[in-house]
């Protein structure tokens, strides 16, 4: 295994961090330079993993005070205050169960705990399942606090974990 290190995310990372979302894209939204550059410009935190050089995970996530277009985020926000939201979190397939999404994850609240943030939210497909990102954010504690039909027939677990 080789080693990562964490770092804010930039838009020099643009390439690397689109190519990621178009490998998971399945489970996440598509995104171009576009809407990357937009995502990235209202984000309150966005972290890359880097391994030999090469992105190969990024978070990105917004914290309540912020405004942002997203179903998802709107649903917590109508139930919540002072949380971070994660967006989107990719870890590229070839480099999983390493313990990137952990970090990425442990930073992640870490960094919610500093801003004086009360919980960290997310949410994952139910129907079809994502177990893989179910089973994961059961580990690090999160709990499902509703459900959402999105327009495609897709719902999702709605879930937070407090700090």
Known sequence: ????????????DAHQIIGLNAESVAVTSPMDADPFRHL????????????D?????????????????NGNFQWFA?????????????????????????ALYAHALSWTAEAGLLSMVAEMDLDPPNVRSLSFHKKKGFVQIGTRVLGSARTVSMQIRSI
């Open 40 to 51: 990235h410009g209202g984000a309150s935190l966005v972290t890359v993993a880097e391994m």
């Open 78 to 102: 109508e139930r919540l205050k002072k949380f971070t939201y994660v967006d989107r979190v990719v870890v590229s397939s070839d480099c999983r169960s390493q313990g990137i999404g952990s």
């Open 1 to 12: 295994m080789s080693a990562f290190n964490l770092r804010p995310g930039t838009l020099a």
């Open 53 to 69: 050089g090469r992105v190969v995970a990024f978070l990105v996530a917004m914290t309540d005070s912020g405004a942002y277009e």
